[in-house]
């Protein structure tokens, strides 16, 4: 099985900060990654897909980039709404496995 | 507006069996993969089951082999997830999501607002 390594797997931030998140992978999956928001009760929205591709509709304060092992998230200025778990998923091969997640918090 | 919608989640005892039910709107279910994820309370999410258009291909994590399965009726326009010989471990909120293709990307565009299922005496 691929295993997600994300981190970190919290940190606190302000508003206006510059954010990223690390995910790597047990082995390489190509650019086979996709990153997810979720908030409290709610289900995960995605972000970004192809590793580096922002979905239609997400604000382009967020970017992704990456392939093979290690992958990241940037969130460029950090907004009140982007307060949130954050996971990647690897979709290249059979279990699909997400990262533990990485809980961002207001500081 | 698209939207998936989960059924079927509940309180059901150690052993038992519950099947969930995943149903669209305004979407063909039957073009697409779609897939089971799941959320223990308070931990991460988990990749449970996917399956292809037709019903042809299926995969299941570890975990749930020989207990769950993952079944589409496209004609019903409709997901559904048999759960057998359920464990306090399965205790979760499940999520069916859609698997898009092409320029839409490859990974969980859709997802229904989950159904919560509580394996418990």
């Known amino acids: 099985d691929i295993q997600m390594t994300q981190s970190p797997s919290s940190l606190s931030a302000s508003v206006g900060d510059r954010v990223t998140i690390t995910c790597r992978a047990s082995q390489g999956i190509r650019n086979d990654l996709g990153w997810f928001q979720q908030k409290p009760g709610k289900a995960p929205k995605r972000l970004i897909y192809?590793?580096?591709s922002l979905q239609s509709g997400v604000p382009s304060r967020f970017s992704a980039s990456g392939s093979g092992t290690e992958f990241t998230l940037t969130i460029s200025s950090l907004q009140p709404e982007d307060f949130a778990t954050y996971y990647c998923l690897q979709h290249n091969s059979y279990p699909w496995t997400f990262g533990q997640g990485t809980k961002v918090e207001i500081k | 507006e698209v939207q998936l919608v989960e059924s079927g989640g509940g309180l059901v005892q150690p052993g038992g069996s519950l099947r969930l039910s995943c149903t669209a709107s305004r979407l063909t279910l039957g073009r697409y993969w779609m897939a089971w994820v799941r959320q223990a309370p308070g931990k991460g999410l988990e990749w449970v089951a996917n399956?292809?258009?037709?019903?042809?291909?299926?995969h299941h994590v570890d975990s749930v082999k020989g207990r769950f399965t993952i079944s589409r009726d496209n004609a019903k326009n409709s997901l559904y997830l048999q759960m057998n010989s359920l464990r306090a471990e399965d205790t979760a909120v499940y999520y069916c999501?859609?698997?898009?293709?092409?320029?839409?990307?490859?990974?969980?565009?859709?997802w229904g607002q989950g159904t919560m299922v509580t394996v418990s005496s």
């Open positions: 399956i292809k258009q037709d019903g042809s291909e299926t």
């Open positions: 999501a859609r698997r898009p293709y092409g320029d839409d990307g490859d990974v969980f565009d859709i």
């Open positions: 192809g590793a580096s």
